[in-house]
């Protein structure tokens, strides 16, 4: 049974960091592209990053570059985000997501975790 369970959500300073975490099973983690999204209040879900099954081809958006760190451990079937810097207008739910890719004009994914909430407070 495939799954993505996010962890490391929650509260934190402008300036502050967290480190989300997202646990798979079911053999998903051997999807190519792992990645992460995140989805504001009364907004569209946005891509966040992703990496490729070797690590070594990453992609992020161009409001998270130079402050968001994707990363994947496959032996533990965990992949990560780690947020630096924290804005404010990176509030949103983060939803962890398997098989991404960018597909007429947009990103897509064929899995997708329940989501963590991201708040940060200016």
């Known amino acids: 049974q495939v799954q993505l369970v996010e962890s490391g959500g929650g509260l934190v300073e402008t300036g502050g960091s967290l480190r989300l975490s997202c646990t798979t099973s079911?053999?998903?983690?051997?999807?190519?592209?792992m990645g992460w999204f995140r989805q504001a209040a009364g907004k569209e879900r946005e891509f966040v990053a992703r990496?490729?099954?070797?690590?070594?081809?990453?992609s992020y958006s161009d409001s998270v570059t130079g402050r968001f760190t994707i990363s994947r451990d496959n032996a533990k079937h965990t992949v990560y985000l780690q947020m630096n810097s924290l804005k404010p207008e990176d509030t949103a739910v983060y939803y962890c997501?398997?098989?991404?890719?960018?597909?007429?004009?947009?990103?897509?994914?064929?899995?997708w975790g329940q989501g963590t909430q991201v708040t940060v407070s200016s």
């Open positions: 079911g053999g998903i983690i051997s999807r190519n592209f």
């Open positions: 997501a398997a098989g991404v890719i960018y597909r007429a004009g947009t990103w897509v994914a064929d899995y």
């Open positions: 990496q490729s099954l070797n690590g070594g081809l990453i």
